[in-house]
């Protein structure tokens, strides 16, 4: 370790902690297991197994006598040539107590889904000290507006990051014991928004450090760059292009969610693609001084971030369905007696609706910019959800008090969205 980590680093979902003095990490992790593998897994494969059994868990909601707690966890690790690794290690603590994690912390991080983070958020308020870096990986869209809302002025002392997406593909193969490394992407863009107070800790350099050699991690020029490229709505045009018509019956298998898209899916991705270079553009003709110019297509995002995994690069439809970390990833469903039928109430509507979509809409209504394809996901998911966002083309649903949307934080002008602040 080299003495890197002399004070705590804080993980939501798992909090990587180190006191002075100490060589080696003690590790907690915040949140549920199902939503906890990401880091879990960077944990293990970066760290040594000694180091990795320093780990210490905080969780508000499930498991704090779950099967982790009492044996061994393991991560099966995909390797470059397609092998497989194993990775085991057992955390020494589970606690529910926030002021035992978060207390000295130089960087807290999270990775549980963007529905959690207002009670993480709520939760550790008290705890951070001055020049802590707050990250979300991923943050999704609105996590700046979130936290500056929750920490009030205590956030002006601290560093907001918020990367775009996940590190990598991982699934649940045994719930609180085994996790499933699928493939790593090659970079991960994030962005960040500086305090008053000076970085405990460098923001960047140090989760590099933790999540190892891959993905490499990038700065980008300003905090819209993520939030527009969190592409909040591939998950909705996948469950759309394939449901759209569904007639209600079950069907014999779960269908492939990614490697099964169509043309007419791919279509749709590009077009809603189009709309987001649209948005950035016109916020940097309104601003000059804001730098959007990395926002790109979502074919170019794809060949640059899984430019080692894509087997045919054609184009867009090639691109994801020849994505060997997609490999086998099926549609959330639900078994029945006679089939499966679709999960409407997974995280692909339930979390990239209302902290993706809803909060690009926002973005997109400040800078003047309609963005119909959007509107058109946005439409089919609050009605599959039985929510209230869009209503005669407006952000006025009864449920926008629920999103990140901007509108929601008392942003009413573009300049305002700009800066983050009112």
């Known amino acids: 370790m080299g003495g890197f980590l002399s004070t705590p680093i804080v993980i939501i979902s798992v909090i990587q902690k180190l006191r002075a003095g ?7 992790v915040a949140g549920n297991l199902k939503c906890n593998t990401e880091f879990v897994s960077i944990l293990l494969r970066t760290q040594s197994i000694d180091d990795a059994r320093h780990a210490h868990y ?14 061994d966890f393991t991560v099966l690790w995909t390797n470059k040539d397609g092998s497989k690794s194993e990775i085991k290690a057992k955390p020494s603590l589970v606690t529910k107590k926030p002021e035992e994690a978060i207390k000295g912390a130089d960087q807290i991080i999270f990775t549980v889904p963007a529905f959690a983070h207002e009670e993480y958020f709520t939760a550790i308020a008290p705890y951070v000290e001055k020049g802590a870096v707050i990250a979300g990986v991923p943050g999704q869209p609105g996590f700046e507006f979130q936290c500056r809302d929750i920490l009030g002025a205590k956030a002006d002392e601290c560093h907001i990051m918020c990367f775009e997406t996940l590190p990598w593909a991982c699934r649940i193969v045994e719930y609180g014991k085994k996790v499933d490394v699928l493939g790593v992407k090659t970079v991960l863009a994030g962005s960040l928004l500086s305090g008053h107070a000076a970085a405990r800790k460098p923001p960047l350099s140090t989760l590099q450090y933790l999540y190892g050699a891959e993905p490499v991690f990038r700065q980008a020029k300003h905090f819209l760059e993520i939030l527009i490229m969190g592409y909040s709505f591939v998950h909705l045009a996948i469950l759309y292009g ?7 019956k079950a069907v014999e298998k779960e269908p492939l969610f990614y490697q099964g898209i169509d043309q007419a899916t791919a279509d749709l991705l590009s077009a809603c693609s189009k ?27 794809y060949m640059e971030y899984y430019k080692d995994d894509i087997e045919d690069s054609t184009n867009l439809l090639t691109a994801i369905r020849t994505n060997k970390s997609y490999k086998g990833l099926v549609h959330p469903m639900t078994k029945v007696d006679n089939g499966f039928v679709p999960n409407f109430s997974n995280r692909y509507l339930t979390e990239d609706l209302p902290m993706g979509m809803i909060v690009f809409r926002g973005v997109a209504d400040a800078a003047g910019v309609k963005i119909p394809n959007n509107d058109k996901l946005i439409e089919w998911g609050q009605k599959i959800m ?7 083309g407006k952000l006025t649903g009864k449920d926008v008090k629920t999103t990140r949307c901007p509108q929601k934080y008392g942003f009413t002008t573009l300049d305002e969205v700009i800066s983050g602040k009112k």
């Open 22 to 28: 100490d060589v080696k990490p003690r590790c907690s």
């Open 58 to 71: 905080l969780c508000l909601r499930r498991w704090e006598r779950g099967p982790c707690a009492l044996g």
């Open 242 to 248: 394939h449901w759209k018509d569904w007639d209600g």
């Open 275 to 301: 709309e987001c270079l649209d948005v950035a553009k016109a916020i940097m003709k309104s601003n000059p001084k804001v730098n959007l110019s990395d926002v790109k297509d979502i074919y170019d995002w």
């Open 386 to 392: 039985k929510k209230e966002f869009l209503v005669d």
